[in-house]
């Protein structure tokens, strides 16, 4: 089970994102949080990201 996240920045989750998406995808990529929806009801947040390559500056579409 994993633990919650408190008084993480979003920006500290991008950087975080984006190590996990580069090394998935092999080159450097860029993470950008659109939306957190949190729903203290059900204990859960939900996450929109953007991701793009940065060496392309393209939108990554590969997941």
Known sequence: M???LK???AE??????EKVFAEM???PVS????E?????KQGRTDVAVSVWD??????????
């Open 31 to 34: 993470v950008k949080i659109a």
């Open 12 to 17: 500290t989750i991008e950087m975080a994102l």
């Open 54 to 63: 940065d060496t392309t500056d393209d939108l990554f579409t590969g997941f």
């Open 36 to 40: 957190l929806k949190f729903d203290p």
């Open 25 to 27: 995808h092999g080159k």
């Open 2 to 4: 994993s633990v919650p």
């Open 7 to 9: 008084n993480v920045s």
